[in-house]
């Protein structure tokens, strides 16, 4: 099946830092992307869709110049947290429709976490 | 706005059990549903994707259908191991869409399967 990179797992940081999260797709080409975060206890929810060579779509409530997301390849989207506060600390993962565009291929994820 | 709602929250069972995890979701219009199963830092592996014309898929020792008139789906384990315990997601396409990436995510059911 497809595989979907993401990098890093883990982040800590302190508050007012930027957290740039790395979501790859490795044996084939994606020209759109996904971004869900999750919060503890809390279903995945989406927060973004990635567009190579366009702006990204950002879902109702998720503020676009926080989350910068970058998709400047076939196969690259970056979510970057700009000023990370406590309250972005969750649990962020990317995905990717494999080929025929049906099933979803997630990352590992990344847990942010900010002090 | 589509709900997704997951039963039980949890559930742990000795090996060896056939179990069955539940899934509804309140607009019935839904294009396809995918079960997941998410592992701690592995992120999420899509397990059965059913199309809204189908009743059931099977996959090894996973069934799962679903009855869109009444908004449910189950996913059946047979002969549990404990290498089944996870977090079992079920998710469907936003309210009246057809992209198989904007997903709406119930908050999942933890198996534990014990030896």
């Known amino acids: 099946g497809a595989v979907v990179s993401q990098h890093p797992s883990r982040v800590i940081c302190k508050s007012g830092t930027s957290v740039k999260i790395e979501c790859r797709s490795l044996?084939?080409?994606?020209?759109?992307m996904f971004w869900y975060r999750q919060f503890p206890k809390q279903s995945l929810m989406l927060m973004a869709t990635?567009?190579?060579?366009?702006?990204?779509?950002?879902e109702q409530g998720v503020e676009k110049d926080k989350f910068l997301i970058n998709h400047a390849s076939l196969t690259l989207s970056t979510l970057t947290v700009t000023s990370a506060h406590p309250e972005d600390s969750s649990f962020y993962i990317c995905s990717a429709p494999g080929r025929g565009g049906e099933k979803l291929f997630f990352g590992s994820g990344t847990q942010l976490s900010v002090l | 706005k589509q709900e997704v709602t997951q039963i039980p929250a949890a559930l742990s069972v000795p090996e060896g059990e056939n179990l069955v995890l539940n899934c509804s979701f309140t607009?019935?219009?839904?294009?396809?549903l995918q079960w997941f199963r998410q592992d701690p830092g592995k992120g999420l592996t899509s397990l059965l994707l059913i199309q809204s014309s189908q009743r059931e898929q099977t996959s090894g020792r996973l069934n799962a259908s679903l009855d869109k008139s009444s908004g449910r789906s189950t996913l059946y384990i047979a002969a549990s191991q404990p290498g089944d315990s996870a977090t079992y997601l079920c998710a469907v396409p936003y309210a009246g869409g057809t992209s198989y990436g904007k997903l709406t995510f119930g908050q999942g059911t933890i198996l534990t399967v014990h030896p």
């Open positions: 044996d084939f080409q994606a020209t759109t």
């Open positions: 607009d019935s219009a839904i294009y396809n």
């Open positions: 990635s567009n190579e060579g366009s702006k990204a779509t950002y």
